[in-house]
C-alpha cells in the first residue's frame, strides 16, 4: 500500500471516484480484449476458479491501479492543505520544521550557517525485493501521468475522452506484458534500473527540491538573501549497491565490479555534457550587448592557450558571443570516461575544477546585472554536478566477515604462515595479536594474485579493481568496504590486511593508513549490544587513527567513522519493538564512543522495504532517531521495489526527498526546550522501554529459535516458492541451508507477509505491554500518557499498529492448514493467534482507543484490497499443495511447469499488499 504522512486526511470519496474510474477504464479494455470472464470476476458477478493464470495477472494489474490511484490522491491532498494552510501545515517537510525551529527560538542566521552542513545520502540497493519488471513500472508510470493530466479542469470532453483512450492503451500494454521475470535479473538488469533514477529522477527533481526550500523559507518570515547562491543550501548525493555487494552474491564478481565502476562514470559525464550542451545554447549573449567581465575573458583566453586547435574551433562557432564559447570550452575540458586522458591532457581531473568554472560563469552573469540566468540557468547545474560529480554515486563494496576470513586463510597458507588454513578459527586474542604484528609490516604476502583460493582470488581481484579506478579517476565513486555480520575488531583488521595486498594501503610517518573507510555493520541484537565495544577497540588501534588522519589530510574528509546499523536481521533476531530499541540503544552507545575519540559516527541506516526491515513514515523514522546521533547527515538505503514506490514520479520523490532533507535538518537543530518532553522525562520512559524490550525479546525468541517453528515455517508460507523465483539477482539463504540463522531476513519477511501473519511486524510487543501493565500498572500509565510524544516509542508502535492492520487471521490459518504435522500446526497457531489479540488490544489500551477508530483511513483503504486478495490466497494454497506433491513423489518437471502461473500469484498477492521483502 502506498501511505504518506497525510493519509488519515485523505479525501476518500476522491480515491473512490477515480478507482471507479479506472476499474471501468481496466474493465472495458479487458472486454474489448475478449476477456469478459475476468472483467465479470472483477466485477464480482463470478466466482474465480483455481488455477486460471491469467486472473492473477489481472489481479496484479488492478492493485497496481490501485495504487495510483492513493499515490495521486496523496500528492492532490499536500497540494490542497499547502495552498489553503500554507507550507507548515504538513509534517516533516520544510515548512513545518522552520515553523517548529522558530518557535523553539532558532533564528535564521543559526540555520543559514548549519544548512550547508546538512547532507544526506539515499543508497540505491537491488535486494530480492522488486518483483516488477521495469518494462512495467515504465507502463505504470504512464498511467499515473495520465491521471495526473485528466485533474487538470481545462479539458474538453473530447479531451477527456482522448486522454481515456491513453489510459486504455496503457492499460493493454500492461496485460500484454510479461509480469514477472521468468529468468533471474542480471547485475545489468539491476543496474539499469538505478541508473534511470539517477539519470533521469534526481537530477530532475534537485531544483524542484531547492526551490521548495526557498519557498518554506520565505513563508516562515526569513530574510531571503540569506539563501541565496549555491553555497547556503543542504548539500545531497547517492550511493550505490549494485555492482558492489557481493555479501552472499557470488553473480557480483571484479569484472562486475569494474563494469559498473566505468558506467556510472560514463553516464554521470554524458549526463554533464549534455547539460552543458544546453546551457551553451541558452547563453546566447553578445558582447555587442553588454561588456564582457574580465574575469570571463581572462577564463577564455587561458583556456584557448591550453586547449590549443580544438578551442579554435569553439571560438569560430560562436564568435562575439563569449559565453557560448566558454562553455564549449568547458566540454572539451571534460574527463575521457575510462579516466585515460591523452597524452599532455589539460582535462579537468576531478568535478570540483568543472565546479570552479561554472562558479565564475555565475559571477560573470552577476557582473552583468543577468542574475536571474545565473540562479535558473547554472545554479542547477551547480548542484547537480556537486551532487553527482563525474561518479555519478558511491559505490559501496560489502562482503560477509566469513568470506574475508577464508580469503585471507589461503593468503597465509600461500605465503607458508603456520596453521594458515585455520584462520577463522583462531581464538580472538590470537588474532588481534597476529594482525597487529602483520599490519607493521608494508610488504604483501604474495606477488602472484590468481590461484589462491575461491575467496581469495575474488577479494584480491576485487580490490585491484578498486586500486585501478584510483590510478586512473580518483578516489570519488568510491565509498566504503562494508564488513557484514562484525563481530570482533578482528573482523575489521583483516580488511586493512586484504587492504594492503591490493595496494590500498597508503605509508605515513606513523604508520600504514586504509585509504578507503573499512566500515563494520552491525546486524543481530547481539552484534549491536557488543557494538560500541567493537567500536571502541577499532577507533583505538593505530591503523584506524592513521586512516582517519591519512584521509582527512589528504582528501579533505571529515573526522568520522561510519557505522552500518542493520534493520533486517535484528528485526529477524528479536521481533520488531526488540530490534528497534537494540537499535535505539545502540546508536547512543556508538555516539558516545565516538565523543570518546573525538571521532563523529555517522550512521548508514540499512533499511529495508517492509515494517519489519526498518520502513515506515520517514519523518517519524528521523524523529524517533536518538537525540545527538544524525549531526547533519542521513545515510540510508533505499531497497527493492521502495525505489519504485517513493521515487518513479517526480512529485513523490520530491515529497520524500524533502523529507530525508527537513527531518535531518530539524532532527540535529531542534533545541532541548524545543522538544516534547524533557529530559528528565525522556530518561523515565527509556528504562520503561528498555523493560518491554527484554520482555517482548524474551516472547518472541521463545517462539521462533528452534527447528520446529522453521519446519512450522517452511510449510505453513510460500518460501519454497519464493527460494524458485526470479525476483532478485540473489539466492534467497546465505549457504543453502534452510536453518534460522541462514535465511536471509528478506525472504523471511516476504513469506509472512504473503501468508499475511506479518509476524515480525508485531509478534512480542502485546505480550510485552501487558507484562509491563501487570507488574507495573504506574509505569504504564506514565508510558501511555506520553506514548505518542516519545518520539523512539512511537515509532514502533505505529509501525507494530499498520503491520497488525495487514495480518488477517483468518488467512493465516488457512495457509497453517498446508503444515502436514496438525498438532505443531496447531500450537504454533494459537500462539501465534493469541499473540496478534493480545498485540492487537494492547496497542488500542495504550492509545485509548481501538486501532480501526485511530487509523479508519488505512483499514479503509486496505479494504478496498483485501476483498480481491482473498480468492489470490485461496489460490495460492491451492496451487502449494499440488506442487509440493508434485516434488514430493519427483515429477520435476510437472512442477516446474507450475512455476510460472505460482510466480504470477505471489506476484499478485505482493501487489495487493503492496510489498515484498
Not at 533505499?638 to 517526480?650: C, R
Request: glycine share 6%; net charge negative.
Amino acid at each position: 500500500m502506498y501511505f504518506s504522512t497525510t493519509d488519515d486526511s485523505i479525501e476518500l470519496d476522491k480515491i473512490k471516484q477515480d478507482l471507479r474510474f479506472l476499474h471501468d477504464c481496466y474493465t472495458g479494455m479487458l472486454r474489448d480484449a475478449g476477456e469478459d470472464d475476468i472483467a465479470d470476476m472483477l466485477d464480482g458477478k463470478r466466482a474465480l476458479q483455481p488455477g486460471a493464470e491469467r486472473l492473477s495477472k489481472a489481479f496484479s494489474i488492478y492493485f497496481q491501479l490501485i495504487t495510483i490511484v492513493e499515490e495521486n490522491a496523496s500528492v492532490q491532498l499536500r497540494r490542497k492543505l499547502e495552498d489553503e494552510h500554507g507550507m507548515a501545515r504538513i509534517s516533516g517537510l520544510w515548512g513545518k520544521t522552520f515553523m517548529q525551529l522558530k518557535e523553539a527560538g532558532v533564528d535564521a542566521a543559526t540555520i543559514t550557517k548549519a544548512l550547508p552542513g546538512i547532507r544526506i545520502e539515499p543508497v540505491l540497493t537491488a535486494h530480492p525485493t522488486e518483483s516488477k519488471r521495469s518494462t512495467m513500472i515504465d507502463q505504470l508510470r504512464a498511467i499515473y501521468l495520465l491521471m495526473v493530466k485528466r485533474e487538470n479542469k481545462v479539458w474538453t470532453a473530447q479531451e477527456k475522452k482522448q486522454i481515456e483512450q491513453e489510459i486504455r492503451a496503457a492499460m493493454q500494454r500492461l496485460w500484454l506484458t510479461g509480469q514477472v521475470f521468468l529468468q533471474k535479473p542480471s547485475i545489468q538488469d539491476e543496474l539499469r534500473n538505478v541508473l534511470h533514477y539517477l539519470t533521469k529522477v534526481f537530477p530532475n527533481v534537485m531544483p524542484l527540491l531547492d526551490q521548495r526550500l526557498r519557498d518554506a523559507w520565505r513563508e516562515a518570515g526569513f530574510d531571503e538573501t540569506m539563501l541565496e547562491g549555491t553555497e547556503n543550501l543542504p548539500r545531497i548525493s547517492f550511493g550505490n549497491w549494485v555492482g558492489g555487494d557481493r555479501d552472499g552474491h557470488p553473480f557480483v564478481t571484479a569484472d562486475v565490479t569494474r563494469e559498473t565502476l566505468e558506467t556510472l562514470r560514463r553516464s554521470a559525464l554524458e549526463m554533464i555534457d549534455a547539460d552543458l550542451d544546453v546551457l551553451a545554447r541558452r547563453m546566447s549573449i553578445s558582447q555587442f550587448e553588454v561588456q564582457v567581465p574580465e574575469m570571463l575573458q581572462g577564463r577564455i583566453n587561458a583556456l584557448v592557450e591550453a586547449l590549443g586547435k580544438s578551442a579554435e574551433e569553439s571560438l569560430a562557432r560562436n564568435p562575439k558571443e563569449p559565453w557560448r564559447q566558454l562553455l564549449n570550452m568547458m566540454r572539451l575540458m571534460l574527463p575521457e570516461p575510462s579516466g585515460i586522458n591523452p597524452q599532455g591532457s589539460v582535462r579537468y581531473s576531478s568535478y570540483h575544477e568543472l565546479l570552479e568554472d561554472l562558479r565564475l560563469l555565475i559571477e560573470s552573469l552577476r557582473a552583468i546585472n543577468a542574475k536571474d540566468i545565473a540562479r535558473l540557468d547554472v545554479e542547477p547545474i551547480i548542484r547537480k554536478v556537486s551532487a553527482f560529480g563525474f561518479h555519478l554515486a558511491a559505490l559501496d563494496i560489502r562482503q560477509n566477515s566469513r568470506f574475508h576470513d577464508l580469503a585471507l586463510s589461503q593468503l597465509l597458507v600461500a605465503a607458508g604462515v603456520e596453521d594458515g588454513e585455520n584462520f577463522p578459527d583462531w581464538s580472538e586474542e590470537r588474532r588481534l595479536a597476529y594482525l597487529t604484528e602483520e599490519l607493521k609490516s608494508t610488504r604483501p604476502y604474495v606477488r602472484r594474485y590468481e590461484g589462491l583460493g575461491t575467496e581469495a582470488d575474488a577479494v584480491i581481484a576485487c580490490y585491484r579493481v578498486l586500486y585501478h579506478y584510483v590510478e586512473r579517476n580518483g578516489y570519488d565513486g568510491l565509498g566504503s568496504l562494508i564488513v557484514s555480520m562484525t563481530r570482533s575488531l578482528s573482523d575489521l583488521l583483516v580488511v586493512y590486511v586484504l587492504c594492503r595486498e591490493a595496494g590500498l594501503m597508503a605509508r605515513t610517518p606513523e604508520g600504514m593508513a586504509c585509504v578507503l573507510p573499512v566500515v563494520p555493520l552491525l546486524e543481530t541484537i547481539g552484534d549491536l549490544e557488543k557494538g560500541p565495544e567493537i567500536l571502541d577497540t577499532f577507533l583505538s588501534h593505530p591503523v584506524t587513527q592513521n586512516s582517519l588522519k591519512w584521509r582527512s589530510e589528504n582528501l579533505n574528509a571529515p573526522r568520522a567513522q561510519q557505522v552500518m546499523v542493520g534493520y533486517s536481521d535484528s528485526n529477524k533476531d528479536g521481533g520488531i519493538l526488540a530490534s528497534l530499541w537494540s537499535l535505539h540503544t545502540a546508536q547512543l552507545a556508538l555516539t558516545q564512543t565516538g565523543q570518546k575519540h573525538d571521532v563523529r559516527i555517522r550512521f548508514f541506516h540499512g533499511r529495508g522495504g517492509t515494517i519489519s526491515r526498518g520502513a515506515g513514515p520517514t519523518h517519524r523514522f528521523i524523529a524517533g532517531l536518538p537525540h545527538g546521533t544524525i549531526q547533519g547527515d542521513m545515510r540510508l538505503t533505499e531497497q527493492g521495489e521502495v525505489i519504485s514506490q517513493k521515487y518513479a514520479n517526480p512529485l513523490t520523490a520530491l515529497y520524500n526527498l524533502e523529507l530525508l532533507q527537513a527531518g535531518t535538518t530539524g532532527n540535529s537543530l531542534l533545541p532541548e526546550k524545543g522538544r516534547r518532553l524533557t529530559s528528565e522525562l525522556r530518561d523515565q520512559l527509556e528504562a520503561i522501554v528498555h523493560k518491554l524490550y527484554q520482555y517482548s525479546l524474551e516472547s518472541y525468541q521463545k517462539l521462533v529459535h528452534n527447528d520446529e517453528f522453521v519446519r512450522f515455517f517452511a510449510q505453513a508460507t510460500p518460501i519454497d516458492i519464493i527460494e524458485s523465483s526470479s525476483i532478485g539477482s540473489r539466492p534467497a539463504r546465505r549457504t543453502g541451508k534452510r536453518t534460522f540463522g541462514d535465511l536471509r531476513a528478506i525472504p523471511w519477511v516476504f513469506s509472512w507477509s504473503q501468508a499475511r501473519f506479518f509476524l515480525t511486524g508485531w509478534y512480542g510487543v502485546g505480550a510485552a505491554l501487558e507484562r509491563l501493565k501487570q507488574e507495573e500498572p504506574e509505569a504504564f500509565s506514565l508510558l501511555s500518557k506520553h506514548a505518542v510524544d516519545f518520539m523512539p516509542f512511537r515509532y514502533v508502535i505505529t509501525n507494530a499498529s499498520s503491520a497488525i492492520a495487514l495480518t488477517d487471521t483468518g488467512i493465516m490459518e488457512a495457509y497453517a492448514g498446508l503444515v502436514d504435522d496438525r498438532k505443531l500446526a496447531e500450537t504454533y497457531l494459537e500462539d501465534i493467534r493469541t499473540e496478534f489479540y493480545r498485540t492487537r488490544d494492547m496497542l488500542g489500551v495504550l492509545y485509548g482507543h481501538p486501532l480501526q477508530e485511530r487509523r479508519p483511513r488505512m483499514y479503509t483503504m486496505m479494504g478496498f484490497r483485501a476483498e480481491r486478495l482473498k480468492p489470490l490466497h485461496e489460490l495460492q494454497i491451492s496451487q502449494l499443495k499440488i506442487w509440493r506433491k508434485l516434488k514430493e513423489e519427483g515429477k520435476t518437471k510437472e512442477a516446474d511447469d507450475m512455476l510460472p502461473e505460482l510466480l504470477l500469484v505471489l506476484n499478485a498477492i505482493a501487489s495487493g499488499l503492496g510489498t515484498t521483502g
